[in-house]
């Protein structure tokens, strides 16, 4: 799967189409010669790396350009149709490069388009760096901070399970902390999954059900409370199951134990009702992981919908459009929070830090401890020391990809479809996931 050189059909492409050629004179003769996805999965979870190649000997960018649960989606539109737009093309020209790909296929936006455009455009970001002998940090104008504060996920089956894993990441040097525990059900989410039937007669007796949710949710946090003590952050995900009633409801319940925030309270298809979500929210309200264009984004920042914008930056086109994010939260009082679980590759993990250590905007950035197999097959990949991730500060990413070992974990389709499948209430309706 891969378009490694100047092949005759492109050459055929700048020919009968003029219009995909250089669009004016450029400041040397470097020139894109190749596109190509690179499709890993070291941790079980598909990763999608774009490799642009160029002219000049030995000089390449790598970009993320993971969807996990589509990718084999995402690698057709870098091979089959990115290839042809920017192959011949001067790469230092980002803006035009990313503005093409966008506007080229007329019905724009989408996770599928926008992670192959931030394959391009992370990928350019590196070649850049790179002709500078500089990081991309330091493209972006350098640092404002030394280096990005993280959190860390703790989840369990129950409560005392829970805060026992958060104990260990906070001993580990971690000040900010994700809770989550495990209600019965197949619903369950960031916490292992509990056997058993939850309301045994039901429709769907595996189902789960929100009253309990949010009584859970409430608990764990009264416990953390006093467990943990008041210097450690808590954070939470509800994953954006609740109607904005049931949201402003479990905000209010967890008042006294002081979230640094609580995120995704409501699916995308309600995020017109989140300003008066906010309004009436006591503890800080991030959303934004599944925005999938900038201007969705941005609304949700400009609109007074976030306390702390969540996207991943993938998945609204890149490197690009997320510092313009950034500038648009600064200008407003809104902070960043890119999400980077552990699907999101080292190299996208690379772009969200260089966005944190470069914006005043920044609030904290999720964190993900890669494997030794990930450090394996992404030379360079970053890693969290007592809770803070710094960037490399070597030319470009500082991060490379060793294809031979990526091969030796090939991808295959997301488990994420059976898991959604059997997210149902008692009554056996699906339920956002």
Not at 113 to 133: F, V
Not at 288 to 316: F, Y
Not at 333 to 358: C, E, F, I, K, Y
Request: glycine share 12%; charged share 20%; hydrophobic share 40%.
């Amino acid at each position: 799967m891969s378009i490694s050189t100047v092949t005759p059909e492109l050459d055929r492409d700048r020919a009968a189409v003029p219009e995909l050629a250089q669009p004016w004179s450029a400041p040397s003769d470097v020139r894109i010669t190749g596109v190509r996805a690179i499709v890993t999965a070291p941790e079980g979870i598909p990763l999608v790396v774009v490799r642009v190649d160029t002219s000049d000997d030995g000089l390449y960018g790598l970009g993320c350009a993971t969807f996990t649960q589509r990718w084999k989606a995402v690698v057709t539109f870098v091979e089959e149709h990115l290839a042809r737009l920017v192959v011949g093309r001067y790469p230092g020209d980002i803006e035009d490069l990313t503005r093409l790909a966008r506007f080229s296929a007329y019905w724009r936006e989408g996770p599928v388009g926008n992670n192959a455009i931030s394959g391009l455009d992370q990928a350019l970001w590196d070649i850049a760096g790179k002709r500078a002998g500089r990081p991309v940090h330091e493209l972006l104008g350098g640092r404002v901070r030394a280096a990005a504060d993280t959190y860390i996920h703790a989840g369990g089956a129950d409560v005392a399970e829970t805060l026992d894993r958060a104990e260990e990441f906070v001993g580990r040097g971690w000040r900010h902390v994700r809770l989550q525990v495990a209600q019965p059900g197949l619903g369950s989410y960031g916490a292992p999954r509990l056997d058993g039937e939850t309301v045994p007669g039901a429709p769907f007796p595996r189902g789960w059900r929100v009253g309990e949710y949010l009584t859970r949710t409430s608990a764990l946090f009264e416990a953390a409370r006093d467990r943990l003590g008041e210097d450690v952050e808590l954070l939470h995900d509800v994953h954006s199951r609740l109607t904005p009633k049931q949201a402003v409801v479990l905000a209010r319940s967890l008042e006294p134990y002081r979230l640094f925030f609580l995120e995704d309270v409501l699916p995308p298809e309600h995020w017109d009702a989140l300003p008066g979500v906010r309004a009436a929210s006591p503890v800080p309200i991030a959303v934004g992981e599944l925005t999938t264009s900038m201007t969705d984004a941005a609304r949700l920042v400009l609109g007074g919908g976030v306390d702390l914008i969540r996207s991943h930056i993938s998945a609204i086109g890149g490197l690009t459009p997320a510092r313009k994010l950034a500038a648009a939260a600064e200008l407003v009082g809104v902070r960043t929070a890119w999400h980077a679980p552990g699907d999101t590759s080292p190299v996208g993990a690379a772009a969200n830090v260089a966005l944190d250590v470069t914006s005043p905007a920044f609030g904290i950035q999720e964190g993900h401890v890669y494997s030794e197999a990930v450090h394996e097959v992404f030379p360079g990949t970053l890693r969290i020391a007592d809770g803070w991730l710094t960037p490399n500060e070597a030319p470009g990413w500082g991060i490379d990809i060793d294809e031979r070992a990526a091969a030796r974990h090939p991808a295959g389709l997301s488990g994420h479809d059976a898991w959604a499948a059997g997210v149902r209430g008692i009554d056996g309706g699906l339920i956002a996931p």
